[in-house]
């Protein structure tokens, strides 16, 4: 290992895991094509399964071709040692043994690789879990969440929806499940004007514009957990409700991206969830604490 660390530093450019992968292979195929080398004392010749001086070189030469740095040095290195080592032997029929420096050699490179492999993958594991933690994958499980939400807090409605939500979304049923965040925070939206002791509108459209210059009137701090919650319910309110007429005060562009978020994406129905969930949990907190 402190080998590894040493050559680390040492090193200008890391290579990818791709080609890290491709090179050990490559290389314990030749390692595993070394083998033990004896002398057959009554002809005092050599024999053994092993590759040849030749038949190595060859195969070092055409694996330094397409090796990146810094290893291809490493194995002009061992290429050159061989060239030394054996000067003078017919390359041809003179083997290469496992327990010959060359084969240690190759086995050295071999392990290098393997502690980079390693390391690099420990960092993309710690790299997924943060990411993990931040923005939560396709499968994320919201059950713990809505737990969390008291019934005797809400419209039975609200939670009914909400959980239905979350059976879609597993199913991969998204547009579904992004009906019901709708459904869910159309009532909590409702729920939220009558806490602060005002008349609902004839619709949710109009239930949140009034919940804003409500709140504007009322010069209620921008850090309020009212206007988080307001924050959250546009998000799904636009979430829930793409314009199918042609918009005349948005980009063209924007107008179709929105008429097609929908279709496929766990994304938007995870979104809509997220900002549903947690519109509904500090909601419930502001209850608690009134």
């Not at 004007?193 to 009137?217: A, H, V, Y």
């Not at 199918?244 to 929908?262: C, F, G, S, V």
């Amino acid at each position: 290992m402190a080998d590894f660390i040493k050559w680390m530093k040492n090193m200008k450019e890391m290579i990818d895991e791709w080609k890290a992968v491709d090179l050990l292979l490559s290389l314990g195929e030749i390692y595993s094509d070394l083998g033990p080398v004896w002398i057959v004392e009554e002809e005092q010749i050599e024999d053994g399964n092993s590759l040849t001086v030749r038949e190595l070189e060859f195969r070092l030469r055409k694996l330094i071709k397409i090796t990146p740095e810094p290893f291809d040095k490493k194995l002009l290195q061992i290429y050159h040692n061989l060239r030394v080592a054996y000067t003078g032997y017919n390359k041809n029929e003179k083997l290469v043994p496992r327990d010959s420096e060359t084969g240690r050699a190759i086995l050295r490179i071999m392990r290098i690789l393997c502690d980079y492999l390693k390391n690099s993958w420990r960092k993309l594991h710690e790299m997924e879990e943060r990411v993990l933690e931040i923005f939560p994958p396709a499968h994320f499980d919201f059950r713990p969440q809505i737990s969390n939400l008291n019934r005797e807090h809400f419209h039975y409605s609200i939670l009914d929806s909400l959980q239905k939500a979350i059976t879609f979304f597993g199913k991969k049923e998204y547009s579904d499940c992004i009906d019901c965040c709708g459904q869910a925070s159309e009532k909590l939206t409702e729920s939220l004007i009558e806490f602060r002791g005002l008349r609902c509108e004839k619709n949710w459209r109009s239930n949140l514009d009034m919940l804003r210059k409500n709140l504007r009137k009322c010069e209620i701090t921008l850090i309020d957990f009212h206007w988080l919650i307001c924050y959250l319910l546009d998000v799904v309110y636009f979430m829930r409700n793409p314009h199918l007429t042609k918009a005349i005060d948005i980009p063209e562009w924007m107008d179709n991206y929105q008429k097609h978020m929908r279709r496929n994406q766990p994304r938007w129905a995870r979104i809509a969830l997220i900002c549903s969930l947690e519109a509904a949990e500090i909601f419930q907190e502001i209850i608690e604490h009134s």
